[in-house]
């Protein structure tokens, strides 16, 4: 049974820091390409940030240059550096794990962390 589960969450100051974790089982992780994906009060989820298995990363044009996605392969985990957060980055914040092939697509996601920027 595959798991994600998300942790690091938590109500921050605007200009703060906060580093969210994503821990896989279940699943081969160093083959899956993980995101973080965002998902505010009355807005569509958006996809913050990617990271391939080879360790290639895209970013939203709105968190480029704030946010760093990382993966430990060894650790089964992938993690999200926010710094210099906004209140508009407020949201519950999902992880994902998706592989495509040409028969099937494996897609799983964690049940969220809550990041409240706020003063």
């Known amino acids: 049974q595959v798991q994600l589960v998300e942790s690091g969450g938590g109500l921050v100051q605007p200009g703060g820091s906060l580093r969210l974790s994503c821990a896989a089982s279940g699943l081969v992780f160093s083959i899956y390409p993980m995101g973080w994906h965002r998902q505010a009060p009355g807005k569509q989820r958006e996809l913050v940030a990617s990271?391939?298995?080879?360790?290639?990363?895209n970013y939203a044009d709105s968190v480029k240059g704030r946010f760093t996605i990382s993966r430990d392969n060894a650790k089964n985990t992938v993690y999200l550096q926010m710094n210099s957060l906004k209140p508009e980055d407020t949201a519950l914040y999902y992880c994902?794990?998706?592989?495509?092939?040409?028969?099937?697509?494996?897609?799983?996601w964690g049940q969220g962390t809550q990041v409240t920027v706020s003063s």
């Open positions: 990271i391939g298995s080879g360790g290639s990363t």
């Open positions: 994902n794990a998706v592989l495509r092939s040409a028969v099937r697509t494996n897609d799983y």
